[in-house]
């Protein structure tokens, strides 16, 4: 008895007999079994991506969604133990009101309450840059775009005299001349020619590194706790410096 198979991409087809002097004596059974493929649907001539990789994007989304979360309550939980944010959460929520790229310029240079400290603190952990994740990122196109526009932001900054990400963003605000088209704070893809290129290109105008958010806590950290060392230690700095940037290492190839 002999057992024939046939396994392709999306079906199996056996063939079932039996055998004797070389030759088919008897057909016991055959058939095929056809299944979707586990690819998505693509041209011709061309391999469509596995299934799998959207499920595996869904979960990377969920992860660093909890991640968040988690990281968010940590530094709610910390500020509000040492007085940077109210115990109480309604009092909390009532800071949402103030204007954070505010806060994050003015403390540059002038003592803020506590409260309005954290409130800036905060901020940087809702948006706290990018910082990449791989281990090269040659050839890669997505971090080719940030990498330029990260050096672009570097230029601006330097340009227009702010010493932080936030002043930066904080001036490109003011400087709108009618308050009801105010420049955007969020890095977009934009269709623009760059650097004297023949054609346009699809980039970033400005992309923060995680080493901008990170320089900006420093020095805000430096120029507040000036005016109430006993509060905000080198102790608490770090601690809450750890919660708002640490990034857990790439897990190493076995």
Excluded: C
């Amino acid at each position: 008895m002999r057992l024939g198979l046939d396994i392709g991409t999306n079906s199996i087809g056996w063939w079932l007999y039996d055998i004797e002097d070389g030759q088919i004596k008897n057909v016991i059974d055959g058939g095929v079994r056809i299944f979707s493929d586990g690819r998505e649907a693509a041209p011709a001539f061309k391999v469509g991506k596995s299934l799998a990789v959207k499920r595996r994007e869904a979960r990377s989304q969920r992860k660093r969604r909890d991640r968040y979360l988690r990281r968010k309550a940590a530094l709610m939980k910390r500020m509000a133990e040492v007085g940077l944010m109210p115990a109480d959460p309604s009092e909390a929520k009532a800071l949402e009101v103030l204007d954070p790229y505010e806060l994050r310029a003015k403390g540059m240079d002038s003592p803020l309450p506590l409260t309005h400290f954290g409130r800036a603190l905060f901020h940087l952990n809702q948006r706290r840059g990018f910082k990449s994740n791989r281990k090269t990122d040659r050839g890669d196109n997505e971090s080719g775009k940030i990498k330029d526009a990260t050096k672009r932001l570097d230029e601006d900054m330097r340009s227009k005299g702010a010493r932080t990400y936030g002043e930066f963003l904080h001036m490109r605000r003011a400087v709108a001349p009618d308050p009801r088209n105010v420049p955007s704070v969020r890095t977009r893809l934009t269709v623009a020619r760059r650097d004297n290129a023949e054609k346009e290109e699809v980039g970033y105008d400005f992309y923060p590194d995680r080493k901008h958010l990170s320089e900006e806590f420093d020095k805000l950290w430096a120029a507040q706790s000036q005016y109430v060392p006993d509060v905000l230690t080198d102790d608490l700095r770090d601690e809450i410096a750890t919660i708002i940037f640490h990034q857990r290492p790439l897990k190493t190839p076995e």
